[in-house]
């Protein structure tokens, strides 16, 4: 069971994750910033039980090279 208060938590947390993603230059360079980013990201979803949403995100970033 979610808290209110960790509801909050972890949909900033997507919200600052998307918001870090959009920010990155679009460079090979930024290619593994753009993974974790895309992985923390995931962890978020996953902790508010958004599994499909998380999946999306893992296989962004394991389809990175």
Same mark, same amino acid.
């Given at each position: 069971y979610l808290t209110p208060i960790f509801i909050i938590r972890y949909t900033t947390a997507v919200q600052l994750f998307t918001e870090a993603?959009? %920010?990155l230059p679009q460079t090979q360079a930024s290619c593994l910033e753009y993974a *974790?980013? %895309?992985c923390d990201r !995931? *962890? !978020?979803?996953?902790?508010l039980k958004d599994f499909? +949403? +998380?999946?999306i995100d893992c296989t962004a970033a394991l389809a990175l090279k």
């Open positions: 993603i959009s %920010l *974790l980013f %895309l !995931a *962890l !978020a979803h996953y902790d499909n +949403t +998380t999946v």
